[in-house]
């Protein structure tokens, strides 16, 4: 419990966490506003490349093909991230012009599952222009598309965004009432607290809990690397495990973005789509690697 003089913008009260103060913007230069969320997905994108062209030259590719990579990887993102979220918003956006519309990104609503789609997509059509088989771009890259979503989450602590219900777990989160980015579902406004004349809600730091798991994922795919049977693997085995991830995460989210009229989450089914394509494609890559007698380490 906070001393009684400090009412912490955001605190952990079962692990006896606390923060006074978490701004939601960094600073703003002539009147423009520049928010640590954006801070954060600038830090994920430029570690994610530091870590692609760490093992690129590990491996003796070349940088430039990763820089170039990164240049259309990023714009592609952009646009499978807001397509994404258009798409399973249309309501909101309908009559709007649309690629005003996707480029307006100060206007909120990003979906992770857009982007990765983007970025793959940006890998086919790099593989095709550099004549570079695309599993190459996608086993070098798959840690780090983990690393950038790691680093990326944090951006939803300070906007206050992307939790879950409430919950009185060991990891319980209190955040401002008042401070909550996006709309609140009334049965979990229903569960505020009141502390020192704020209310808080007390949810699920889901975005902390992907966060760690990406971690998690994202060590074990480096540490199996090179022990992988075949070309593809590695991109198959961050499919295959985000996937898992995100269902269950998302299934305590509260902000879920659902599938046209059918009440299922998009993100749910997504992941459902991911993983059971690359779990089969894994086990026949793997008995083609035995039927070929293929024991040897690829890069």
Known sequence: MPPDHIIPDIWFPNLGIYFERIPQILFSPFGFD???YAIFIVAGIAAAYFLAVWYAKRTRQK?????????LG???????????????????YRGQP???????????????????IGALLAGVVMSMVKKIP??????????????????????NFFNREAFGG?????????????QVHGSIPYDL??????????QYLQVHPTFLYEAFFNLLLMIFIIIYRPHKRFEGECILLYLLGYG??????????????MFFDTGWPASQLVSIVFAVFSLAAIVVGHVNAKRSGNSRKIR
């Open 34 to 36: 520049i928010y640590w």
């Open 244 to 257: 898992v991830i995100r269902f269950f995460v998302e299934g305590l989210r509260t902000d879920q973005l």
């Open 63 to 71: 940088v430039d093909d990763y820089t170039d990579l990164l240049m």
């Open 166 to 178: 409430y919950t009185d777990n060991l990891f319980a989160m209190r955040i401002r009432l008042d």
């Open 134 to 155: 695309f599993t190459t771009f996608a086993d070098t890259c798959a840690p780090s598309l983990l690393l950038g979503q790691v680093i990326g989450r944090f951006g």
């Open 74 to 92: 990023v714009v592609m993102a952009v646009i499978g991230l807001r397509t994404y979220y258009l798409v399973f918003n249309w309501d909101l």
């Open 189 to 198: 406004r229903q569960t505020a607290i009141t502390v020192q004349g704020i």
């Open 98 to 116: 649309f690629f005003r519309t996707i480029f307006n990104l100060r206007g909120g609503g990003l979906a992770i599952y857009g982007g990765i």
